[in-house]
């Protein structure tokens, strides 16, 4: 991250050092114990995905907390780990829209130009959000606020009720909002399945004139 476009541009929203203090937290914690993704995996998503590259941007709340499944991209894990739950919805919801996906890694939309952000980057193995409100929200919501700035339109998808609260972050009118409930098992029934959001996604982008999204891959 530190030659990229990216870290110039998030280093101006944030307070003076704060990257220093990611560096901090990062060596306490990997330190004290077993914490997903692994530490060369925790920026992926900007790793992976270049600034002038995006076009949608899914956001998620923190890494999955089981072993080998979180890599950096919200919702993401390898094929050779299965699908957790949610995942499972959200290809579920993507056949019903679009068509089936053979594999579940979600690293093809990655290099798409689909920004996969965890809202939090780190999670303690076993502790759901045990990392949550401690350094990397204002990180992230930078990262939001770099792509809010961007002159090219970007298509945000935001799954469930913590997603929705980034939609404020999003002040750039050519930009497009797609929202629903979250994949989860405990809410896809309210309102996720059937919301289409990858077609959704793709028209806007031919709209705008940009290629779409093979979400398949």
């Given at each position: ?78 094929n050779a780990v299965p699908a957790p739950p949610s995942l499972q919805n959200i ?127």
């Open positions: 991250m530190e030659h990229s476009k990216w870290h110039d541009l998030i280093k101006k929203e944030l307070p003076e050092g704060y990257f220093a203090q990611i560096n901090n937290f990062m060596n306490e914690v990997y330190s004290q114990g077993t914490v997903y993704p692994p530490r060369e995996k925790v920026f992926n998503a900007i790793q992976t995905t270049d600034l002038d590259e995006v076009k949608v941007v899914i956001i998620g709340q923190d890494p999955y907390h089981g072993p080998n499944q979180a890599q950096g991209l919200s919702f993401s894990v390898p290809l579920k919801e993507l056949a019903d829209d679009i068509g089936e996906k053979k594999e579940h890694d979600l690293l093809p939309w990655a290099q798409q130009g689909v920004l996969l952000l965890n809202a939090c980057l780190t999670v303690p193995a076993g502790k759901a959000n045990g990392h949550a409100g401690q350094i990397w929200e204002p990180f992230t919501d930078a990262i939001i606020k770099v792509v809010n700035q961007k002159e090219s339109p970007v298509v945000f998808i935001l799954w469930g009720g913590f997603a929705r609260k980034k939609k404020s972050l999003v002040t750039n009118p050519m930009h497009h909002i797609i929202e629903s409930p979250h994949p989860s098992p405990l809410s896809a029934h309210r309102g996720f399945f059937g919301s289409k959001p990858f077609s959704k996604a793709n028209h806007y982008l031919v709209q705008d004139g940009l290629k779409t999204i093979d979400w398949l891959k």
